[in-house]
T-cell receptor, first 112, second 112 residues
Framework: GDSVTQMEGPVTLSEEAFLTINCTYT??????LFWYVQYPGEGLQLLLK?????DKGSNKGFEATYRKETTSFHLEKGSVQVSDSAVYFC???????????FGKGTLLTVNP | DAGITQSPRHKVTETGTPVTLRCHQT?????MYWYRQDPGHGLRLIHY???????DKGEVSDGYSVSRSKTEDFLLTLESATSSQTSVYFC???????????FGPGTRLTVT
């Protein structure tokens, strides 16, 4: 079945550092890929998405490129802020009914 | 904000009691979902609905039932709560325009 693997956390960075959170997937066909962010005590918010190979999703300084050859969708940001501290989830969607399959989440803490 | 509310937001109940969680949406979306979030597991799909009275199981449906008698409401019932069902429960919808999934604020359920 479909699965998503993302790097184990927690990840701790200093403000203005470069961020990479790795995400790889297993799925047949051509899934759509998503990154969600969850701030403490809140629900998940859609951060960015890509629906076909080589698409780049971007939002709020975050980027991720859909790489079908490596089945990856790594999240990057050039300069993180304390306000980026949150849990980040990678997810894929394939097939009918728009169901999502999630990775386990990566906790990011950014220190001033 | 996709107009999703969940009630109650917090609940403590005893083992063996029935519990019903409610998800309410105001924008007439066809697809609705219930997930549970647990440390080390990310989000896992419990049940979903693709229309009034049309529901299906997700990957962790044992011990849960759902009902959808109106477009705006999707109910999740634990017939006889167990401690393993202590979790945070999220409702979600898929938007009718870009088919993106949006989440409610969550319900924290503790079964003692």
């Amino acid at each position: 079945g479909d699965s998503v693997t993302q790097m184990e956390g927690p990840v701790t960075l200093s403000e203005e550092a470069f961020l990479t959170i790795n995400c790889t997937y297993t799925a047949t066909g051509y899934p759509s890929l998503f990154w969600y962010v969850q701030y403490p005590g809140e629900g998940l918010q859609l951060l960015l998405k890509a629906t076909k190979a080589d698409d780049k999703g971007s939002n709020k300084g975050f980027e991720a490129t859909y790489r079908k050859e490596t089945t990856s969708f790594h999240l990057e940001k050039g300069s993180v802020q304390v306000s980026d501290s949150a849990v980040y989830f990678c997810a894929l969607r394939r097939g009918s009914n728009y169901k999502l399959t999630f990775g386990k989440g990566t906790l990011l803490t950014v220190n001033p | 904000d996709a107009g999703i509310t969940q009630s109650p937001r917090h609940k403590v109940t005893e083992t063996g009691t029935p519990v019903t969680l409610r998800c309410h949406q105001t924008e007439n979306h066809r697809y609705m979902y219930w997930y549970r979030q647990d440390p080390g597991h990310g989000l896992r799909l419990i049940h979903y609905s693709y229309g009034v009275k049309d529901t299906d199981k997700g990957e962790v449906s044992d011990g849960y039932s759902v009902s959808r008698s109106k477009t705006e409401d999707f109910l999740l019932t634990l017939e006889s709560a167990t401690s393993s069902q202590t979790s945070v429960y999220f409702c979600a919808i898929t938007s009718s325009d870009f088919y993106e999934q949006y989440f409610g604020p969550g319900t924290r359920l503790t079964v003692t």
